[in-house]
């Protein structure tokens, strides 16, 4: 996703995706399409009065939407994701001191997410044979660069991620993986 394709995030939708429940929702439905409330309440072991409350609150922010294609009769209520990805920067909160106060807020518990999922990783791969644990990876290098060059790569690697998303690997030795990338200005 190139810069210019950017969408800005407003505060509903950075406090949506904020609560720790309603990411993993946003996970679930992304990994796995498109699902019901009980079938989600199943997955996370939550009520499903309080799985639906959270999917209306994922649904007013446009994060999800109804599917009823999907629903086999008038009560059945799918939901699937409205957009592949959601990116945001606290820039974008910056002429208002509680739009910054949540974005730094939900920046903070995306990163400790991601670390969860990395360090899940590494509790878990013994379980995996020796192709998974050569294919796993971890990256980081020290680059100069300009905002612009910055946010040139930041829309490379959307592009990457989302031409893997799009034709996702089929067969019997396929897993869903999880991949994020941080470029932050920083010192050594």
């Not at 796995?32 to 959270?54: D, K």
């Not at 899940?120 to 644990?133: A, I």
């Not at 490379?156 to 999880?178: H, K, M, N, W």
């Amino acid at each position: 996703m190139s810069p210019a394709n950017r969408r800005t995030a407003d505060t509903s939708v950075i406090a949506a995706v904020h609560h720790p429940l309603r990411r993993r929702l946003i996970d679930l439905i992304s990994v796995e399409g498109p699902s019901t409330a009980s079938r989600l309440a199943e997955a996370t072991g939550e009520l499903v009065g309080n799985v639906s409350h959270h999917l209306k609150v994922l649904a007013a922010a446009g994060v999800i939407e109804e599917a009823p294609e999907l629903a086999k009769n008038r009560r059945e209520r799918w939901w699937r994701s409205a957009h592949p990805s959601h990116l945001w920067s606290i820039a974008d909160g910056a002429d208002d001191p509680a739009a910054e106060l949540i974005a730094v807020s939900d920046e903070e518990a995306r990163l400790a997410h991601q670390a969860a999922k990395v360090r899940g990783w590494f509790e878990d791969r013994q379980q995996y044979d020796e192709p998974w644990m050569r294919a796993a990876f971890s990256a980081e290098s020290w680059v100069t660069l300009t905002p612009e060059r910055l946010a040139e790569l930041s829309g490379r690697i959307q592009e990457l991620l989302q031409e893997y998303s799009d034709e996702p690997s089929s067969g019997a030795d396929a897993e869903t993986v999880f991949v994020f990338a941080h470029g932050v200005p920083a010192r050594p």
